[in-house]
């Protein structure tokens, strides 16, 4: 029961955030990668190989753009606002504490949004850890409005997105932002527009950094005909691989890849599930090993799990220290189906 009310508390209501994605282009994706696999051209659908190999403990940090090098384990500041998203947190010195506690155990990415609250994850955050410690970088994103609670209405016009840049900017603090997110992408804007405006907020000094959020590879590949993108965030777990094209992509070019949703809906709670059998051999819970597997996938791979309960957030910080056996790894990875196909690419590649 602890296990499952601790997903419905700290990761369900990410369910409301991303665009959804239709049956049609599931197939899509699906279908593609197949017919790659086929073809011989596994880097599409898979990339190179994913071993166990410690991706954690060869690559423990990554370099957003040539100047941030961030800790590939995150914090994300969505879950330190009011129910639902909304408002303040029941407990406000509990969020500061939260957060405080965050970079104190060596956190220096922390990933926010105007939309939380909204307004409040940031104004929490410059609370918090105003003046900013050396090398912490603060993600935030834009253009998604909040009119009421559980509402997310997109709105990527140019003349937002400003407005938004500018609000961020003095919520947070700060007279730069160093990687700033379009978070999702709005049907009745084109994406060149959105991404045009945001290319013109970085040359006037306001962005360093632009990444991406919700978006399939056609729509980063029209972005970086504008403006170089350093990251990109699309939901990614364990259960949930409909992003896999995408992760692929961001490996080939060296793009941070953010999971949103990391620890996915609890898989872990059928008792002979390979997550429950790795966490009890590990003395952890499945939430660590779920986030060590994210860490394993892949170098470019940076998990920022979000909670309200210090417990919960030194359980997570602990869990980039976890290293699983292959065997542990494999078993987990095919939990959605896709060891198949890597051992189908890896078949194809030797033949």
């Known amino acids: 029961m602890n296990v499952l009310l601790r997903v419905m508390t700290d990761e369900l209501a990410e369910l409301n955030e991303t665009r959804s994605l239709t049956r ?4 899509g994706i699906s279908l593609a990668g197949g017919a790659a696999l086929l073809a011989g051209k596994t880097d599409l659908a898979l990339g190179a190989e994913t071993s166990t190999s410690s991706n954690m403990a060869t690559n423990p940090t990554f370099t957003l753009g040539s100047d941030f090098t961030v800790k590939r384990l995150g914090f994300g500041a969505m879950r330190i606002t009011g129910e639902g998203i909304w408002g303040w947190p029941p407990d406000r010195q509990n969020a500061l504490k939260v957060l405080r506690r965050a970079v104190e ?38 253009g998604l409005t909040r009119p009421g609670p559980g509402q997310w209405v997109p709105d990527c016009r140019p003349e937002h997105l400003k407005q938004a840049v500018d609000g961020s900017l003095k919520r947070l603090r700060l007279g730069r932002i160093d990687l700033y997110q379009l978070h999702t992408v709005d049907r009745k804007v084109p994406i060149e527009e959105s991404v045009g405006a945001l290319k013109q907020l970085r040359d ?37 691989r409909k992003s896999e094209d995408v992760l692929v992509y961001c490996e080939k070019e060296k793009l941070g890849f953010l999971p949103w949703f990391p620890i996915g809906g609890g898989g872990g709670l059928k008792p002979k599930n390979p997550l429950n059998t790795a ?26 799990p979000g909670t309200s309960s210090l417990a919960h957030l030194e359980e997570n910080v602990a869990a980039a220290k976890l290293k699983l056996t292959p065997e542990e790894w494999k078993a987990i990875d095919g939990l959605a189906g896709w060891s ?9 590649q030797s033949a």
């Open 24 to 27: 049609r282009r599931f197939l």
């Open 105 to 142: 155990l060596g956190v220096n990415l922390i990933d926010t949004a105007d939309a939380y609250g909204p307004d409040t994850s940031e104004l929490l955050i410059a609370e918090a850890l105003y003046p900013y410690p050396k090398g912490l970088v603060i993600a935030t994103k834009g």
């Open 204 to 240: 006037a000094g306001k962005i360093r950094h632009i990444g991406l959020s919700n978006v399939d590879r056609r729509e980063i590949e029209s972005a970086r005909k504008i403006v170089p993108i350093v990251s990109v965030q699309n939901r990614y777990n364990i259960e949930d």
């Open 279 to 304: 966490a009890k051999a590990h003395g952890v819970s499945v939430f660590q090993v779920a986030l060590a597997w994210l860490l394993e996938r892949s170098p470019v791979m940076l998990p920022i």
């Open 340 to 348: 198949f196909f890597r051992a189908l690419a890896k078949r194809l």
